[in-house]
């Protein structure tokens, strides 16, 4: 009788084959079905489970109340034109997540074609609103995981655009931990899920850690430090050296994302001390070098540009860009700085030049402008509350009370009675 004896290369080409099968059925397999792969080969099922002390999310309060930055008409102004008027169908997640963070989870409208905050909400955390937008045609925005409710994101069709900006924008909005979620295939989730699972999933090596530092700085403290799915143990001090790696000009939106989380974790250390004094003292230089480089780089109209961390030479060699690049950096920097001390400031008249600039552009476009541009609008209606140390919508309330729009006896939307 004869033996045939199998090649070493042979035998490791097959045993690579099988282990990549394995690999891809895993990876379509069930959450369930995951779970019990893992319980049997003694990987851990899930993530020990992070309990944040609270129901509702930390808020950072503005410092300032400044008419001379904005006065009550041009605020007014500003949040008629920002409104969420939202067509139903195909309803981008990034817009609805913009306008939730802008005018929170309890916003009212007199006007009906403007989307409540219960109605964004409900759009985000339900899948059936979701399916009632955008159809079976493309993939479902929620998705069961192993420790809880993932986000789909990215630039594909239905997706939120940025890395946990979903959870973010949701947070900032006020929702509780204990909200309700739906995804297509279960009921039961929460808000709480959906936390878990972007602490379980998150990467130190991630390119945006904006939306994660700001979430998760608005749901743990005093907790400085949780476990990723490899054991390795995170904490605020490594999200904020990640939100300062590279030029400042590195981000979304030109850098100021990072710039508002880092600004965020500052505030959030003055209660709490989440960073260690290193850490500290770290994101407070960074931040005095973003002073210093917009105290220089804005433009005589009062605009910045997404250039701004090039400081002088920004106004010496200008960029030929569009506006809403310029709205992005006026709009955003004017949002952390209602949030930051007077140590970090640039001289006074540069903010005031700021706001009147975002002023005047954003009364100056049409709604198709606004609506075409809203994720950058939204933050010239946010920040300029924040200037007024009040909500979008606890200030729209009142105005609304106090100044119901109408027009030859009729009632009509804000939009139209103060369009230019």
Same mark, same amino acid.
């Given at each position: 009788?004869?033996? /045939?004896?199998?090649s070493?290369?042979?035998?490791?080409?097959?045993?690579?084959?099988?282990?990549?099968?394995?690999?891809?059925?895993?990876?379509?397999?069930?959450?369930?079905?995951?779970?019990?792969?893992? $319980?049997?080969?003694?990987?851990?099922?899930?993530?020990? +489970?992070?309990?944040?002390?609270?129901?509702?999310?930390l808020?950072i309060a503005p410092?300032?109340?400044?008419?001379?930055?904005?006065?009550?008409?041009?605020?007014?102004?500003?949040?008629?034109k920002?409104?969420?008027?939202?067509?139903?169908?195909?309803?981008?997640?990034?817009?609805?997540e913009?306008?939730? /963070?802008?005018?929170?989870?309890?916003?009212?409208? #007199?006007?009906?074609?403007?989307?409540?905050?219960e109605?964004?909400k409900?759009?985000?955390v339900?899948? *059936?609103?979701?399916?009632?937008?955008?159809?079976?045609?493309?993939?479902?925005?929620?998705?069961?995981?192993?420790?809880?409710?993932?986000?789909?994101?990215?630039?594909?069709?239905?997706?939120s655009?940025?890395?946990?900006? !979903?959870?973010?924008?949701?947070?900032?909005?006020g929702?509780?931990?204990?909200?309700p979620?739906?995804?297509?295939?279960?009921?039961?989730?929460?808000?709480g899920?959906?936390?878990?699972?972007?602490?379980?999933?998150? +990467?130190?090596?991630?390119?945006? $850690?904006?939306?994660s530092?700001?979430?998760?700085?608005?749901?743990?403290?005093?907790?400085?430090?949780w476990?990723? /799915?490899?054991?390795?143990?995170?904490d605020?001090?490594?999200?904020?050296?990640?939100?300062?790696? *590279?030029?400042?000009?590195?981000?979304v939106?030109a850098?100021?994302h990072?710039?508002?989380?880092?600004?965020?974790?500052?505030?959030?250390?003055d209660?709490?001390?989440?960073?260690?004094?290193?850490?500290?003292?770290?994101?407070w230089?960074?931040?005095?070098?973003?002073?210093?480089?917009?105290?220089?780089?804005?433009?005589?109209?009062?605009?910045?540009?997404?250039?701004?961390?090039?400081?002088?030479?920004?106004?010496t060699?200008?960029?030929?860009?569009?506006?809403?690049k310029?709205?992005?950096?006026?709009?955003?920097?004017?949002?952390?700085?209602?949030?930051?001390?007077?140590?970090?400031h640039p001289?006074?008249?540069?903010?005031?030049?700021?706001a009147?600039?975002?002023? *005047?552009?954003? +009364?100056?476009?049409?709604?198709?402008?606004?609506?075409? +541009?809203?994720?950058?609008?939204?933050?010239?209606?946010?920040?300029? #509350?924040l200037?007024?140390?009040?909500?979008? #919508?606890?200030? !729209?309330?009142?105005?609304?009370?106090?100044?119901p729009?109408?027009?030859n006896?009729?009632?009509?939307s804000?939009?139209?009675?103060?369009?230019?």
């Amino acid at each position: 009788m004869s033996s /045939r004896r199998v090649s070493v290369p042979v035998l490791f080409a097959t045993q690579a084959v099988v282990l990549a099968a394995a690999i891809v059925s895993y990876g379509l397999a069930s959450p369930a079905v995951q779970r019990e792969v893992r $319980t049997e080969v003694n990987l851990p099922t899930s993530p020990p +489970r992070v309990s944040p002390p609270r129901l509702t999310p930390l808020v950072i309060a503005p410092l300032y109340d400044d008419p001379e930055v904005v006065s009550d008409r041009e605020l007014a102004d500003v949040l008629a034109k920002v409104q969420p008027r939202f067509a139903p169908a195909k309803l981008k997640p990034n817009f609805v997540e913009h306008a939730l /963070r802008t005018w929170s989870v309890n916003a009212k409208f #007199a006007d009906p074609e403007v989307m409540s905050g219960e109605a964004m909400k409900d759009y985000l955390v339900d899948h *059936g609103k979701y399916l009632a937008s955008w159809g079976d045609k493309v993939d479902p925005l929620l998705s069961d995981k192993e420790a809880g409710v993932a986000v789909r994101w990215g630039k594909l069709d239905g997706a939120s655009v940025h890395h946990d900006h !979903w959870l973010a924008s949701l947070t900032e909005a006020g929702v509780s931990y204990d909200e309700p979620v739906f995804t297509p295939s279960r009921r039961g989730h929460t808000i709480g899920d959906v936390l878990q699972q972007s602490l379980w999933d998150f +990467r130190v090596d991630e390119v945006e $850690t904006e939306w994660s530092a700001l979430a998760f700085g608005l749901w743990l403290p005093p907790q400085k430090q949780w476990q990723l /799915r490899d054991g390795r143990q995170v904490d605020f001090d490594l999200l904020a050296d990640r939100l300062m790696r *590279g030029d400042r000009k590195l981000g979304v939106c030109a850098g100021t994302h990072r710039v508002y989380s880092l600004m965020v974790l500052i505030r959030l250390d003055d209660e709490f001390q989440i960073l260690s004094p290193a850490a500290r003292d770290r994101a407070w230089k960074h931040l005095e070098g973003v002073r210093d480089a917009i105290a220089v780089s804005q433009f005589p109209d009062g605009h910045w540009p997404s250039n701004w961390p090039d400081g002088a030479s920004a106004v010496t060699k200008p960029l030929d860009e569009e506006l809403y690049k310029k709205v992005i950096a006026t709009g955003h920097h004017l949002e952390w700085l209602a949030i930051a001390p007077t140590e970090l400031h640039p001289p006074r008249d540069r903010i005031l030049k700021a706001a009147d600039w975002v002023i *005047g552009t954003t +009364r100056g476009q049409s709604a198709t402008d606004i609506i075409n +541009r809203y994720t950058f609008f939204s933050h010239v209606g946010n920040s300029l #509350a924040l200037w007024r140390k009040t909500h979008p #919508a606890d200030f !729209w309330r009142q105005w609304e009370a106090e100044h119901p729009p109408r027009l030859n006896g009729e009632p009509v939307s804000a939009l139209e009675a103060i369009a230019p």
